[in-house]
């Protein structure tokens, strides 16, 4: 079984702070993918970053950025310089790699405040 | 345009009644989903299709039925609506040929079952 878990409900930082929403996960897959996804109030669902869990190297898209570590299964994202815009439920999402499926799973969801 | 849509963006139904919720998709994948989204519970997966005649259960199918009308139109239904399918629901969409299994979300349906 796959299962992926954020531990922060909420969070909430002063804008132009640097913020890290956690995530772990397990599967037994040996090839699999890891994804942030960001919920603004319109609902709609917005990829972040990706990580490829055969890369060694971490993820990073402008300001957001991600800490991982495989054999921890922890997949974390930082956002630095942190902006109003970015006010959102965040979602941490596990896709293994298994012949013919590509099944997304997703953790609970972090809700993100940024303060002016 | 949007390359996923979903129809309608808000919908309040009784239970015990028939509804469907529609979803298109203009860009060319083979594959699509249906997810519902519950506060605290992230998304779960509802079923998923690989093409027109593949169809397949996920993790919570129990009162729900889909049908792959054609390659761009995934269409879920509840035969008997109760208020505990109250959810936003989403509809995706992945290419199988695309290799880093990124899913292309829908705006989500607001269903609400009093």
């Known amino acids: 079984a796959q299962t992926v878990t954020q531990s922060q409900p909420e969070m909430s930082v002063q804008e132009a702070e640097t913020v890290t929403l956690s995530c772990t996960y397990d599967t037994s897959e040996s090839n699999y993918y890891l994804f942030w996804y960001k919920q603004p109030p319109s609902r709609q669902m917005i990829l972040v970053i990706r990580?490829?869990?055969?890369?060694?190297q971490n993820a990073t898209e402008n300001r957001f950025s991600v800490n991982f570590q495989k054999a921890a299964k922890s997949f974390s994202l930082k956002i630095s310089d942190s902006q109003l815009g970015d006010t959102a439920m965040y979602f941490c999402?596990?896709?293994?790699?298994?012949?013919?499926?590509?099944?997304?799973?997703f953790g609970q969801g972090t809700r993100l405040t940024i303060n002016p | 345009d949007a390359d996923v849509t979903q129809t309608p963006r808000n919908r309040i139904t009784k239970t015990g009644k028939r509804i469907m919720l529609e979803c298109s998709q203009t860009?060319?994948?083979?594959?699509m989903y249906w997810y519902r989204q519950d506060p605290g519970l992230g998304l779960r997966l509802i079923y998923y299709?690989?093409?027109?005649?593949?169809?397949n259960k996920g993790e919570i199918s129990d009162g729900y039925s889909v049908s792959r009308q054609a390659q761009a139109k995934f269409s879920l239904s509840l035969e008997s609506a109760i208020p505990n399918q109250t959810a936003l629901y989403f509809c995706?969409?992945?290419?199988?040929?695309?290799?880093?299994?990124?899913?292309?979300f829908g705006p989500g349906t607001r269903l609400t079952v009093t």
């Open positions: 860009k060319g994948h083979d594959r």
């Open positions: 299709s690989f093409d027109v005649k593949d169809i």
């Open positions: 990580q490829e869990a055969y890369k060694q």
């Open positions: 995706a969409t992945s290419d199988r040929g695309q290799g880093n299994n990124e899913q292309y």
């Open positions: 999402a596990l896709c293994p790699v298994i012949q013919g499926a590509q099944k997304l799973v």
